[in-house]
């Protein structure tokens, strides 16, 4: 990616985070990246493939903070669990203030059509995943990890809701500590 064309996404990104993908035009990005109009559609084509490169990197930049967490965690699965939650506990103070940007841009785009829209549900469908390979380890059935897995993705993203509606203090750690109650019954 180019000097331009990594501001373009920086100010896209910020932008898109902090007023919402419909309430950013291109001329605000190009303004704020420091480029021409024709140097932001030489790069992404369209604002669309924009929100695409945005909600990527977010994604991406995310997956490996998350893998950090789970690097450093010890390798029962319920501290793995638990990592998790960790995590994103420690992103959204850094990076969330306003909640996930993947649920965030999925009320804007609800359009299976609009090319972000593969990039926001297959986010969302790989923490499911990690959940269950997690869930695999602690309950006894498949079934029992499935369920298991779905439970621990609810509470997630119920929490980074909550911590970006702002309901009340801590949201995920709450939601840590349910989890861990949760895997303690098991």
Known sequence: MTPAARRVLEAAGRLFYERGIHAVGVDLI??????????????????????????????????????????????????????????????????????????NAHAEISDPAHPAYPVITGQKQWMLALFAGLAEGIAGTPDGAGHLARTLMLLHEGALVAHGLHLFADPIGHARDQARALLASC
């Open 30 to 103: 190009a303004a704020e990246a420091g480029v021409t109009k024709k140097t932001l559609y030489d790069r992404f084509g369209s604002k669309e493939q924009i929100v695409v490169e945005y909600l990527a990197d977010r994604d991406e930049r995310w997956r490996a903070f998350l893998d950090r967490h789970l690097d450093a965690a010890p390798p029962e699965p319920a501290a793995r669990v638990l990592a998790v939650f960790d995590a994103s506990r420690a992103w959204s103070a850094e990076h969330s203030t306003k909640g996930c940007s993947m649920v």
